[in-house]
């Protein structure tokens, strides 16, 4: 494979689409997953016709779609799997794939915590450990886990959503240091509130939250550092602050 490889979990809406849609605009090879194969497909559809003109013959990106619920060890493991066994290489793996469940700690149903801490941070872990050896195929591997303004302060209806955004902050530190020697980098992405199918119906006038392709291209300029520095920490909110 030629070309540079991207991993995105939940890359069929929002900020992980974004993702995927820029990177794949700047040549990466994309494996992606998410829950609805229709929305994979159709998702693959639309990249397909939108192959970058400036690359040519065996450069030219790739992608792979792969159904899996991140919530799911074995399905998360499968998913690595795929992608070892096709390109064995992963130069840049977004943990992105996260669920909201408002509520308060005191009040949610049990088990909330359960299902948003396998879903927001069981996942990075599974996938990300068993994505090793493809990120230490890279010269110059960079994991982005996409954490939240709910990972750094407590606010009203963050319940479990709140404790699972501030463990992936610690997953994402712990990750950094022990991959530092090897180069792998790691970068943990705190977005404030951004227009996704999260917040549809919701009455706020546009310009109160950021566009998806503002945290998407904050990502992507993660890419364009030398080796030799990390951002390990992107805090990034609207202009008018949080909501
Ligand atoms: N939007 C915000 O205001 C905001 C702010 C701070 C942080 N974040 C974080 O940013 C990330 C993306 O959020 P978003 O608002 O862009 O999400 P979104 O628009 O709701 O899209 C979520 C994406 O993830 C997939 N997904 C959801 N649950 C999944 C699961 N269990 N397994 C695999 N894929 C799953 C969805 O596809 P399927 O439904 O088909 O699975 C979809 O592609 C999340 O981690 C979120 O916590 C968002």
Known sequence: MNSKIAVITGATKGIGRAISEQLWSLGYSLAICARSADDLKEMKQVLAKALPTSIEGNDQPKILTQVCDVSQEAQVRAF?????????????????????????LI???DGTLEKLLNTNVMSAYWLTRSLLSDLRASNHALIVNISSIAGLMAYPPGGSYAVSKFALRGLSATLRDELKEEGIKVTTV???ATWSASWEGVDLPKHRLMLASDVAQSVVGLLALSSQAVVEELLIRPQLGDL
Not at 80 to 101: E, P, Y
């Open 80 to 104: 690595a799997k795929t992608i070892h066994d096709n390109w064995g290489r992963v130069d840049l793996l977004v943990n992105n794939a996260g669920a909201f469940t408002p509520g308060k």
């Open 190 to 192: 705190f977005p404030g």
């Open 107 to 109: 009040e949610e149903e």
